[in-house]
């Protein structure tokens, strides 16, 4: 709580509604949008190829994938203010609970790269087996991280505390993203390929459910009390929501070409969607389960993170 109000004390207005933060591929920078006008307020220099993203108090986490290398941005200044070097095509991005440690997939090292987040030193190197990690998310507890690997029909557990691959998981064809429910008793994981959800047992590593999705299911993002998840659908240009009391599809809304990673506001009353072909966001109203209003970004928009 300290640390929070330190925060808003430190930043001023600027940290009074949430912003939303928006790689956008082709543009090199970070469109970020305020999230209660939701509309661009401004724009940040974010290198050649920004895709994966994270934040952390004062600082985003942001993958450059031709430099091969991770960015290091204040929010206040809006610049960037380290680069660290990674291995191979880094792409997906996550913070621990705990906010001290980063993890980055990395595709073309088949490894997730752990980096302290204060200091940007590098902790370890985790090879996987699967090819092609794209995403490697933590778990609530911060005990695992849950990696999807892209050219394989598996998600890799790697033990944090121990820093290597220690079980995997069989699902469909070409996982991408990943989502905990809160208490961390299951996953759920999009197969583009399979056009399906796999509803996961977290505790055992083991799959409970396969729920068919959209056509090329991708991004995915949980409600924050774990009631409902949401799945990008990229060809489909939707997003289907799931009940997790069910693990079935109730509702289907319609976005804009290619969705594909997304982001909850804090209060889950807002879901943002990037649509990487029709360059915009998308905002759905998850009370009403009906898109509200597209935002136009930068050029292909890979993702969205919120604070």
């Given at each position: 709580?300290?640390?929070f109000?330190?925060l808003?004390l430190?930043g001023?207005?600027?940290w009074?509604?949430p912003m939303?933060?928006v790689?956008?591929?082709?543009s090199?920078?970070l469109?970020v949008?305020d999230t209660?006008?939701?509309?661009?307020v401004?724009e940040i220099?974010?290198g050649?190829?920004?895709?994966?993203i994270?934040?952390?108090?004062?600082?985003i986490?942001v993958?450059d994938?031709p430099?091969?290398?991770?960015h290091v941005?204040?929010?206040?200044?809006?610049?960037?203010?380290?680069t660290?070097?990674?291995?191979e095509?880094?792409?997906?991005?996550?913070?621990s609970p705990?906010?001290r440690t980063?993890a980055v997939?990395?595709?073309?090292?088949?490894a997730v790269?752990?980096?302290d987040?204060?200091?940007g030193?590098?902790?370890?190197?985790?090879k996987?087996?699967?090819?092609?990690p794209?995403?490697?998310?933590?778990?609530p507890?911060?005990?695992w991280?849950?990696?999807?690997a892209?050219d394989a029909?598996?998600?890799?557990v790697v033990?944090v505390?121990?820093?290597?691959?220690?079980?995997r998981?069989?699902?469909?064809?070409?996982?991408r993203g990943?989502a905990f429910?809160p208490d961390?008793?299951?996953?759920?994981?999009?197969c583009e390929l399979?056009?399906?959800?796999?509803?996961?047992?977290?505790?055992?590593?083991?799959?409970?459910?396969p729920?068919?999705?959209?056509?090329f299911?991708?991004g995915?993002?949980?409600?924050?009390?774990?009631?409902?998840?949401?799945?990008s659908?990229?060809?489909?240009?939707?997003?289907?929501?799931i009940d997790?009391?069910?693990?079935?599809?109730?509702?289907?809304?319609?976005v804009?070409?290619r969705p594909?990673n997304m982001a909850l506001?804090?209060?889950g009353?807002?879901l943002?969607v990037?649509?990487?072909?029709?360059n915009s966001v998308?905002v759905?109203?998850?009370?009403?389960q009906?898109?509200v209003?597209?935002?136009?970004?930068?050029?292909?928009?890979?993702?969205?993170?919120?604070f």
């Open positions: 709580m300290k640390l109000l330190a808003m430190a001023g207005a600027a009074a509604n939303a933060y790689p956008n591929e082709r090199g920078t469109s949008i209660t006008l939701d509309r661009v401004g220099a974010a050649s190829k920004p895709r994966g994270a934040i952390n108090g004062e600082r986490y993958s994938q430099k091969n290398a991770l941005i204040h929010t206040g200044r809006r610049a960037i203010e380290r660290i070097a990674l291995g095509s880094p792409e997906g991005v996550s913070l705990d906010g980063v997939a990395s595709e073309l090292a088949n790269i752990l980096i987040a204060a200091s030193a590098l902790l370890a190197t985790v996987t087996e699967g090819q092609n794209e995403h490697a998310v933590f778990s507890d911060g005990r991280l849950y990696v999807s892209e029909s598996q998600v890799d033990e505390a121990k820093k290597a691959q220690t079980a998981i069989e699902v469909g064809k070409r996982p990943i429910t961390g008793a299951r996953a759920y994981v999009a399979a056009n399906t959800v796999y509803a996961i047992d977290a505790r055992a590593h083991r799959v409970i459910v729920i068919p999705a959209g056509e299911s991708n995915v993002a949980m409600r924050p009390d774990g009631k409902r998840v949401y799945v659908n990229g060809r489909g240009a939707s997003v289907s929501i997790t009391a069910t693990n079935a599809v109730v509702a289907t809304v319609p804009g070409q594909w506001t804090p209060d009353r807002k943002y990037a649509n990487g072909r029709s998308s759905i109203d998850t009370a009403t009906r898109r209003t597209d935002i136009t970004v930068g050029s292909f928009p890979w993702g969205v993170a919120i």
